[in-house]
């Protein structure tokens, strides 16, 4: 199989998290705009991306047939129908598929394809589109080339992480979820900024900027959460009045909650053929 860089690739079902991996890949100069295809019920929504130079469609065997990797991105109702809609046109010998899709198991997919066809189960988020997702990887079976490829490709696109497939419904609920969740606790953020006397837009940029370097300590240290949380509470200080304010009014309880409720929701999003 030949490097990733060098082969078409298809992207059936470009809404938000298919459009992000696009806009993430050609921001990394894996690709140029007119080697991926992109794909959706109706062309007219892809203008914008035709303009770009990407190539635009509403034929999803015809994008299958044109590229070697093929991404599908469409939402978990949709699934059997492209699966049924592609078929006759994977190639086992050239095709490597990968599937963003919540909660779709590679068995699930394998068996409307074709049981030779490799595939590999990725879980981005839409940060990907600036170069910053946390994209967690699973496969079964799999061909060493085709995952050297797919990991390429998101190790591009911000880090990545192999894990076991059982935990793939999991990884959406804290990765590919989780990005709102942190951009709502920065809009709470924002927003008591603006209560205690910041404009709305000075109170966004610093709150952003907070979260992101709070984020980067972690990422470049290593450390527990607690152990960076220490340096800043004081004893009798402003850091841990506020720390604990919070936590009697269930901060750390309800994100725990929501996680682990969007994945008890992702687990049944998608109902494979019986």
């Given at each position: ?24 890949l050609v921001s990394a100069k894996l690709y140029e ?91 981005p988020n839409t940060a990907i589109a600036i170069g ?75 709150a952003a900027q907070t979260a992101k370097g709070a ?60």
């Amino acid at each position: 199989m030949t490097s990733s860089t060098d082969r078409r690739l298809a992207i059936l079902g470009a809404g938000n998290i298919g459009i992000a991996i696009a806009r993430g890949l050609v921001s990394a100069k894996l690709y140029e705009p007119g080697r991926i295809t992109l794909t959706r019920r109706h062309e007219a929504t892809l203008q914008e991306f035709k303009q770009q130079g990407y190539s635009v469609g509403v034929d999803n065997a015809e994008a299958v047939r044109s590229s070697a990797m093929i991404i599908l991105a469409v939402t978990p109702q949709q699934l059997n129908g492209l699966l049924a809609e592609i078929r006759a046109a994977i190639d086992v010998k050239r095709h490597a598929v990968v599937s963003v899709v919540s909660g779709a198991s590679i068995s699930a997919i394998r068996a409307e394809l074709g049981n030779d066809v490799p595939i590999v189960r990725a879980m981005p988020n839409t940060a990907i589109a600036i170069g910053e997702s946390m994209t967690c990887i699973a496969v079964d079976g799999v061909q060493e080339d085709a995952v050297r490829d797919v990991v390429r490709i998101f190790d591009a696109l911000g880090r990545t992480l192999l894990i076991s497939e059982d935990q793939m419904v999991p990884a959406t609920a804290l990765c590919a979820c989780g990005i709102a969740f942190f951009l709502r606790a920065i809009r709470a953020a924002s927003q008591g900024g603006i209560e205690i006397g910041f404009h709305a837009g000075d109170a966004l940029l610093m709150a952003a900027q907070t979260a992101k370097g709070a984020a980067s300590l972690l990422a470049k240290s290593n450390q527990h959460p607690e152990s960076e949380v220490d340096k800043v509470t004081t004893p009798q200080g402003c850091t841990i009045s506020g720390l604990n304010q919070m936590e009697h009014h269930g901060f750390s309880s309800a994100l725990i909650r929501g996680i682990v409720t969007s994945a008890e929701k992702a687990a049944v999003l998608y109902a494979p053929k019986k």
